[in-house]
């Protein structure tokens, strides 16, 4: 379907969840993969042997939380001395806690803030003056559908999820100079833990009943997207949102 050979990709929060199948499909295809943990090397290690074994590809490891700007330029030091380049970022790490306004602690405010938006943006960053280099590139921030419509008990995340958007749009018109293309992802509810946490079956059904496909969408369904917008079949796609949600009425 796609040909990644000789591609080097970095996703970011890739030992679970989207992030983890979009790897394995990126190796599917011939990717060189840099997957990335925030404090787990040992899960981050065993992710990468998995790879490597099952894919037959070249892959390593980058341990750092990419909401801590020190550590995110020196693994971006550390990946341009290891590979010379990098082709594809996919800005996927992000945290979600939901509340009412009113009883949303600071701390959750702010970690949601610091992942999700910033460490996009410090990620974004240095990805651009790698792929600068080759004039040539492909970054995918994923985003949420509760970022373009917003949702009950989810302002902090929605906001964050938001401002992706804007980075989005706005680094998609700066960048496209250099022929590296912008672009996003707004997911509604899919299969994985942290989408689920905290739900009970009643909870779920009711989320369920809120989707026009009448299910929760799989990883393999975002990742195919994914690897779809990194692709040189969306070789003239920059600065868009597209919604993975199965029409979900949020």
């Known amino acids: ?37 925030a404090n787990n090397k040992k899960n981050l290690d065993s992710c990468v042997k ?45 945290v979600l806690y939901g509340s009412l306004i009113g009883m ?35 970054i995918i921030n994923i985003g949420s559908i509760i970022g373009l419509k917003g949702s009950l008990g989810q302002s902090a995340y929605s906001s964050s999820k938001a401002g992706l958007i804007g980075l989005t749009n706005s680094a998609a018109k700066e960048l496209a100079p250099n022929n590296i293309r912008v672009n996003a992802l707004a997911p509604g509810m899919i299969n994985t833990e942290m989408a689920k946490e905290g739900m009970n079956s009643e909870k779920i059904d009711q989320r369920i009943s809120e989707i026009g496909l009448g299910r929760f969408g799989e990883p393999e369904e975002v990742a195919q997207v994914i690897c779809f917008l990194a692709s040189s079949l969306a070789s003239y796609i920059t600065g868009q949102t597209i919604g993975v949600d199965g029409s979900w009425q949020v």
């Open 104 to 138: 949303l602690e600071q701390e959750k405010i702010n970690r949601m803030l610091d992942i999700n938006l910033k460490g996009s943006i410090y990620n974004l960053q240095f990805a651009s003056r790698l792929m600068s280099r080759n004039k040539s590139g492909s």
């Open 1 to 37: 379907m796609f040909n990644f050979n000789n591609k080097v990709v970095l996703i970011t929060g890739s030992t679970r969840g989207i992030g983890w199948t979009t790897a394995k499909h990126f190796a599917e295809f011939g990717a060189t993969v840099l997957i990335n943990g």
């Open 50 to 94: 998995k790879l490597k074994d099952n894919y037959n590809i070249n892959s390593t490891g980058y341990l750092f939380d990419v909401s801590d700007y020190e550590a995110v330029k020196n693994a971006y030091k550390q990946i341009y001395a290891d590979y010379k380049k990098l082709d594809v970022l996919v800005n996927n790490a992000g």
